[in-house]
C-alpha cells in the first residue's frame, strides 16, 4: 500500500518516523514522509519518499522553549508559530496525501487526520507520548508534574482530567486557524471540542511507540491502542566513527554524555559553564553534544570532548551516564545502552520522561534546566555513577528494551487495522 506518514516538529520528533517508515516499506508498503523542508536531505538519504511543508523547526522549538513547563504559554506559542501556517500546510500535506491508500499521522502532522476523513482512506495515529488516549494509569505527557508522583499521590482520577486538558489545550490552541482550513479545502466540519470523543467511539488505532518496559499498555486500553516498543533508527549506511571521538574514549574511563539536543534558545554559555564545574568537581570525563547550540563553545579541558551529530546508539554504549533534556528520542536510546540518566527538561514531554525515568530507579528526580546548578548536578552526577542499585536497573532495562522489536510490532498493527478495520470505514 501507498503510505504517508504527516509529521513535523524537532528532528527528535521526525527521526522516529522515518524509522518506522523504514518498517513499514521492508514490509511491502510504498512509504512517503511530509515534513518540513529542512529534513528532505535526511529522509531521502534513507531512501523514503518525502513532501515538504513550510515552516521552521529551528523557530518552532526556539518559540516554545520560551513557554517552559507553562502548558498555557505553551499553547500560545505553538499557535502563534504554526497558526499562521495552517492553511498552507493542510494544502502541502494533502498534496502529499493525494494518492495515498493509508495515512499515518503524529500530533504534530494531526491534520493527517482529517485529510484522510476526506480522502476516504484508512488512518492510524503514531505517537512518542501519552496524549491522545485516556487512561487512569498514568497522566498526560505534557501536563506540568514538578516533584509530584501522580500515581501514588492524586490518583486515576487525576490522571484521567489531565488528557481532557491536554486534548482541549491541544485543540483550542489551533482551531480557529485548522477550523477555517478544514472547512475550507476539505469540506469538513469541525467541533468545538475537537476530535477526540470521535476518536475513542470509532475506535481509531493509534500505535505508541514507547517501550513496554518503560510505560506498560495501561489495561483501560482497548484492543486498538498499541503500545509497541521504541522505534529507533539505524545508523546511516557508511558511517564512521570520527578517530579523535575513539581516541577520547580509549584514554580513560567512560565518560558522562551531556546534551540537550535541538533545545537551541538557551544560555548556553551558562549551562556550559554549570557542566563544566560539576565535572571537575567529581573527577569526571565528560561529552559534550552542540546539537542546534545547546551547549557553549568554551575551552575545553583534556577531560571533556565535544561532539556533534554522533549516533546515539553506538555512542551511548560507550558512556558511563547520560545527561540530557529528556526528549523522546534520546531518553529511548539512553535507556536502550542501559546507563544511569538525569533529564533536564525544557518543555512538552520532557518532564514527564524525567519523571518516568526517577520513577523506574534509573536516574535522580529530573532538574529544570533553569534552576539547574553545579552544586546539585555534581550531587547527582554522583549518584549516577557510582549508586550500584540504580546502575543496576539501569543494565537491566537496556537489556529488556534490546530484546524488543516495537517497529515490527508497529507494522503488525498497523497491518491488522489496515487490512480490515480501516477499511470497513470507508
Aim: charged residues 20%; contains cysteine.
Amino acid at each position: 500500500m501507498r503510505v504517508t506518514i504527516t509529521t513535523g516538529g524537532s528532528r527528535g520528533e521526525v527521526q522516529p518516523y522515518v524509522a518506522l517508515g523504514l518498517g513499514l516499506e521492508a514490509a511491502g508498503h510504498e512509504v512517503r514522509i511530509s515534513a518540513p523542508a529542512a529534513y528532505q536531505q535526511f529522509v531521502r538519504e534513507r531512501g523514503l519518499g518525502f513532501h515538504p511543508i513550510s515552516g521552521d523547526p529551528h523557530q518552532l522549538v526556539s518559540e516554545l522553549l520560551e513557554a517552559g513547563h507553562n502548558p498555557v504559554r505553551f499553547a500560545r506559542r505553538f499557535r502563534r508559530v504554526l497558526g499562521s501556517l495552517m492553511e498552507q500546510n493542510l494544502q502541502e500535506y494533502l498534496a502529499a496525501c493525494r494518492d495515498a491508500e493509508v495515512i499515518v499521522y503524529s500530533p504534530v502532522g494531526f491534520l493527517g487526520y482529517y485529510i484522510a476523513e476526506a480522502l476516504g482512506v484508512p488512518r492510524v495515529g503514531a505517537a512518542l507520548y501519552p496524549l491522545f488516549s485516556r487512561t487512569r494509569h498514568f497522566p498526560s505527557s505534557i501536563v506540568p508534574l514538578g516533584k509530584l508522583r501522580p500515581r501514588r499521590t492524586l490518583g486515576g482520577l487525576y490522571n484521567y482530567l489531565t488528557y481532557l486538558f491536554s486534548e482541549q489545550l491541544f485543540w483550542q490552541s489551533f482551531r480557529t486557524p485548522a477550523s477555517r482550513a478544514i472547512e475550507e479545502h476539505l469540506r469538513l466540519s469541525t467541533s468545538f471540542r475537537g476530535p477526540f470523543g470521535e476518536m475513542i467511539r470509532h475506535k481509531e488505532p493509534i500505535l505508541y511507540g514507547w517501550s513496554p518496559s518503560v510505560l506498560p499498555q495501561p489495561p483501560d486500553w482497548g484492543e486498538w491502542l498499541h503500545t509497541t516498543g521504541y522505534w529507533f533508527l539505524g545508523r546511516p549506511d557508511g558511517w564512521q566513527v570520527p578517530r579523535e571521538l575513539t581516541d577520547f574514549l580509549d584514554s580513560g574511563p567512560p565518560p558522562i554524555f551531556i546534551g540537550f539536543g535541538s533545545m537551541n534558545n538557551i544560555s548556553a554559555k551558562r549551562l556550559t559553564d554549570i557542566v563544566l564545574q560539576a565535572l571537575k568537581l567529581t573527577g569526571q570525563r565528560g561529552i559534550l553534544a552542540t546539537g542546534w547550540g545547546g551547549m557553549g563553545n568554551a575551552d575545553l579541558p583534556d577531560t571533556v570532548f565535544r561532539v556533534g551529530d554522533v549516533p546515539h546508539d553506538w555512542l551511548f554504549r560507550r558512556v558511563g551516564a547520560a545527561i540530557h533534556h529528556g526528549g523522546a528520542g534520546t531518553t529511548s536510546a539512553s535507556l536502550r545502552a542501559g546507563v544511569p540518566t538525569l533529564v533536564v527538561p525544557f518543555f512538552a514531554d520532557q518532564p514527564f520522561w524525567g519523571w518516568r525515568v526517577a520513577e523506574l530507579g534509573l536516574g535522580p528526580e529530573p532538574i529544570s534546566h533553569r534552576s539547574l546548578g553545579v552544586k546539585q548536578l555534581a550531587r547527582d552526577i554522583r549518584k549516577i555513577t557510582s549508586d550500584r542499585d540504580v546502575r543496576a536497573r539501569a543494565a537491566a532495562m537496556g537489556r529488556r528494551i534490546r530484546s524488543e522489536n516495537g517497529i515490527e510490532r508497529a507494522v503488525e498493527a498497523f497491518d491488522l487495522h489496515t487490512s480490515w478495520a480501516g477499511f470497513a470505514r470507508r
